[in-house]
């Protein structure tokens, strides 16, 4: 892992080598200056709903069913039903273990950020 410390805090070139971006990134939120940006705190809420979800089991780097549904009920109270959480689950479960993991779960943030962006864009085109 190439780091090199700056005065907003370490940046990272490569994350791992599973997971390269292919540009810096800093992993050290808390010492941006001006403090993090709109999208970097929505970054953080992802995670931090991930996180506060997947540890019910003892296991923070997976949902499970019972997980998945809680977790559906309170992040997506107006989007999502909690009765699909099933059926959500199988589709993001790629590697089908019976659990979602964050880069499985982030397939769902992605698609429910697509939509959204289409939806409003329609919005948008209608309105003018």
């Known amino acids: 892992m190439d780091k090199t410390s700056t005065a907003a805090g370490p940046i990272y070139r490569t994350l791992s080598s599973k997971q390269q971006?292919?540009?810096p990134v800093s992993v050290n939120m808390a010492q941006?200056?001006?403090?993090p940006g709109a999208i970097e705190l929505g970054l953080?809420?992802?995670v931090g709903c991930f996180d506060k979800h997947a540890r019910g089991d003892g296991d923070a780097a997976s949902l499970t069913t019972k997980e998945f549904q809680s977790l559906i009920k309170d992040g997506?109270?107006?989007v999502l039903k909690g009765e699909c959480a099933e059926k959500i689950m199988k589709t993001l479960d790629l590697d089908e273990s019976?659990?979602?993991d964050?880069?499985?779960f982030m397939n769902l943030i992605g698609s429910l950020a697509i939509?959204?962006?289409q939806a409003l864009s329609e919005i948008s085109?209608?309105?003018?």
């Open 76 to 78: 997506f109270p107006n």
């Open 102 to 104: 964050f880069k499985e």
């Open 21 to 23: 971006t292919g540009f």
């Open 125 to 128: 085109q209608k309105s003018k």
């Open 98 to 100: 019976g659990t979602v």
């Open 44 to 46: 953080a809420c992802i």
């Open 32 to 35: 941006l200056e001006g403090g």
């Open 115 to 117: 939509m959204l962006h």
